[in-house]
């Protein structure tokens, strides 16, 4: 791992069998660094589930429909 995930990691302790919160942080992703240094992005599960929920609200999808999407919805 480099520095920046080691730095997350460590100061991150995750639980197992414990339920998650909307705060909790579901996923990390990595900046391209086109203005410099690659910086970490944390994503919080609410924060996704909101994205989620704006993009099939714009969508105009349904419980109904089946969606198939190449790109992230993050």
């Known amino acids: 791992a ?13 639980e ?6 909307a705060s909790d942080h579901a996923l ?3 900046t391209s660094a086109t203005s ?3 910086k970490i992005v944390p994503y919080t599960r609410e924060v ?7 993009v099939a ?4 999808l349904s419980p109904n429909d089946v969606n198939l999407n190449m790109m992230p919805l993050y």
């Open 2 to 14: 480099n520095n920046h995930t080691s730095h997350f990691a460590s100061s991150h302790h995750f």
């Open 16 to 21: 197992p069998n414990v339920p998650s919160l």
């Open 28 to 30: 990390v992703l990595f």
């Open 36 to 38: 410099g240094t690659k």
């Open 48 to 54: 996704i589930v909101i994205g989620a929920v704006c």
């Open 57 to 60: 609200a714009s969508w105009c």
